[in-house]
């Protein structure tokens, strides 16, 4: 195994921790450490690609498993922030869902002998969804805070829809013939 599929196999291994953190540490630390880790979860995102691409150490593995990460992550974030009411339940269930789909179709190209990799829109989405929500959970009291975290929110949702249609109109043609 690698050091990119590795690394994407650690940020798979923090989100225990840090559902863990933000439901049994006392406020605010919960959510400072939640931050923390959450942070460090997402660099490996960025780290295990550029090693990846720049060591041209990709594998089927890595374009399998990153993509699946970074959904087990957002998604652990989304249902606690979601639960918690720093977001309304049809935001999250618009990302999951979005994520579903785009599984889906992954998994019938893997049967088809294809492995699809991420797209920019989808590297998009998951760069500002990332970034939404940290600065969600922090909530700190500043000017505008809140109006900021919902225009982070919105583009969030916006980037999760058009990277979705995305995937699913250069994908279509698997499904051609199957139906």
């Known amino acids: 195994m690698n050091l990119a599929n590795k690394l994407t196999l650690i940020r798979v291994a923090l989100i225990p921790f840090f559902l863990i953190v933000l439901y ?3 406020q605010p630390f919960n959510i400072y450490v939640g931050v923390a880790i959450f942070v460090v979860a997402s660099v490996t995102d960025f780290v295990d ?3 990846a691409r720049s060591r041209n150490l990709v594998t089927d593995f890595g374009k399998f498993m990153d993509p699946l990460a ?3 992550l957002v998604s652990a974030a989304l ?3 979601t639960e918690v009411g720093l977001i309304p339940a049809w935001v999250t269930v618009i990302i999951i869902s979005r994520e579903f789909v785009v599984s889906g179709i992954r998994l019938v190209a893997a049967t088809n002998g ?3 990799a991420a797209s920019v829109w989808g590297k998009i989405k998951t760069a500002l969804t990332m970034v939404t929500i940290v600065f969600v959970l922090l909530g700190l009291p500043l000017p505008y805070y809140t109006e900021v975290g919902w225009v982070l929110i919105a583009a969030s949702t916006f980037f999760t829809l058009l990277s979705g249609y995305d995937y699913v109109a250069k994908n279509w043609r698997m499904f051609e013939g199957k139906m």
Do not use: E, H, N, P
């Open 114 to 116: 294809t492995v699809l």
């Open 49 to 51: 690609g550029y090693i």
């Open 70 to 72: 970074d959904k087990l």
């Open 24 to 26: 049994t540490m006392a």
């Open 79 to 81: 249902i606690y922030m």
